[in-house]
């Protein structure tokens, strides 16, 4: 019912940047909260950021300073600007969103993408 579909990730060197994406679609009448997880070979899948409707945003301390969630107008396209990367940030980032889906106003499911790869070397 409810696809997040990410782009955007690829080999990049320490220092530069990318720019993920990840589109929402099917029966979504609201998105309570969407964010960016990532994880690692060998790790557990950590936060990366979150950004609630309302606004406020949760950033992992990893990334303070470096990383900008966003939303588009409709709310249905969430980024993540990665800049001053480092070898340290290579993992899967996996898209996730809060859905309240159309068929049914009353509850709240969690859906995640398929994740995209980022791989940060020289």
């Known amino acids: 019912q409810v696809q997040l579909v990410e782009s955007g990730g690829g080999l990049v060197q320490p220092g530069g940047s990318l720019r993920l994406s990840c589109v929402a679609s099917g029966s979504i009448l609201r998105i309570h909260r969407m964010g960016w997880y990532r994880q690692a070979p060998g790790n557990q899948r950590e936060l990366v950021a979150l950004i609630h409707q309302g606004g406020v945003i949760n950033y992992a301390d990893s990334v303070k300073g470096r990383f900008i969630i966003s939303r588009d107008n409709a709310q249905r396209t969430l980024y993540l600007q990665m800049n001053n990367l480092e070898p340290e940030d290579t993992a899967d980032y996996y898209c996730?969103?809060?859905?309240?889906?159309?068929?049914?106003?009353?509850?709240?499911?969690?859906?995640w993408g398929q994740g995209t790869q980022v791989t940060v070397s020289s």
């Open positions: 996730y969103a809060d859905v309240t889906p159309t068929y049914d106003f009353t509850i709240r499911n969690d859906y």
